[in-house]
């Protein structure tokens, strides 16, 4: 099996030195987790063991001090498992930490902070992989996958030129981008390039997409995931009319368990404030990436959102997150139960 891949890289230009000086590195944040059980959890994996060092890691980072190489090394293995999802859960505040970490003058970080932004570059990355397999593949939504990725893998090129894995990264964004200008009917470097870089990534060689339960039979996934869209966006509808207008009744019909409950304080918040006015709320897109059931009457989704809101505590910003949505089916409605963002990006507009 691979070492895991941020040692490779180390070991590889510092040899044990180089391991010797990532694990000082880690140390930093080892302060409440104890240092056995991330050994263990690394061993587990290099010998093949994933769901084993999966358990061990989940152990680990039930405390929020957990170091952060076990939060990279749970992503990596939740990206060879194909849950891109929640590999960006744990990649998102890995790198928050190590930018905070070498903000407070911790500079032997910055090795490590090149290889999660690579991690989340191939997270980001990794759905485009079956649409490059296709003999012609859908070139739009080839390019929307490697935008996704672009800033995390130019990011870790930036930190470190020298690393071959980064610079193959960096190189794969800016052959998409000049195929761009002739699309699939010109050249074809970029999705030549592309290819060649799902091959040789060691990630992707294991990289195994989740499929639906297996007691799940076929007859129980709806034939369509219209519904499921529907709800959604009725629900950034009954948002805009909450905020603006103090709402809470409307919320009933598309939001149900924690979601509903979480909302209506939210909505109230404003309602008890007097001096606090929200004064607009725009969708300006709805993307759906991935819907996937569990049974017939459950669901998760995960959608890329760009709204523009305008109120007195943030003034007027420009907002693009993804956000996650748990959906429970009552009838012929799907309610949604549990929001939960996952990355976030708030623009000021003058």
Not at 20 to 46: N, R
Not at 279 to 285: A, C, M, Q, T, V
Request: charged letters at 25%; hydrophobic letters at 40%.
């Amino acid at each position: 099996m691979l070492l895991n891949s941020a040692s490779q890289i180390w070991f590889k230009r510092f040899g044990i030195l180089g391991l010797g000086l990532l694990g000082i590195a880690g140390l930093v944040f080892w302060q409440a987790a104890p240092m056995v059980p991330l050994v263990e959890a690394e061993k587990l994996y290099q010998q093949g063991k994933t769901p084993q060092a999966r358990l061990k890691l989940a152990e680990i980072l039930q405390n929020k001090e957990a170091p952060v190489k076990a939060l990279l090394l749970m992503a990596e293995i939740l990206l060879q498992e194909g849950d891109l999802e929640q590999a960006e859960l744990q990649i998102n505040p890995a790198i928050q930490r190590l930018q905070q970490a070498i903000h407070n003058g911790q500079n032997t970080e910055v090795p490590t902070l090149a290889w999660a932004f690579y991690l989340k570059g191939l997270i980001r990355l990794a759905p485009a992989i079956r649409v490059s397999e296709t003999e012609e593949p859908d070139w739009e939504a080839l390019k929307y996958w490697v935008k996704t990725a672009k800033e995390s893998l130019q990011q870790a090129f930036a930190l470190d030129a020298s690393e071959p894995r980064f610079r193959s990264g960096h190189e794969v964004v800016e052959a998409v981008e000049r195929q761009d200008k002739s699309g699939l009917s010109g050249d074809r470097q970029g999705l030549v390039r592309l290819r060649r870089f799902v091959q040789q990534e060691p990630l992707y060689l294991r990289l195994a997409p989740r499929l639906p339960d297996a007691s799940t039979s076929p007859e129980a996934i709806p034939e369509s995931q219209e519904p499921v869209r529907a709800s959604l966006r009725k629900w950034q509808e009954i948002k805009r009319n909450a905020f603006l207008n103090q709402e809470i009744e409307g919320l009933k019909e598309v939001l149900t368990g924690d979601a509903l409950t979480e909302t209506i304080s939210a909505v109230q918040w404003w309602k008890n404030n007097p001096d606090a006015v929200y004064y607009g709320l725009e969708l300006k897109s709805l993307k759906f990436l991935k819907i996937h059931y569990a049974d017939a009457e459950h669901c998760q989704a995960l959608a890329e959102v760009e709204e523009m809101r305008h109120n007195s505590e943030e003034g007027q910003v420009n907002s693009q997150y993804r956000v996650r949505y748990g959906l429970n089916r009552v009838g012929d409605i799907w309610y949604i139960s549990e929001i939960q963002v996952v990355e976030q990006n708030a623009t000021p507009v003058p």
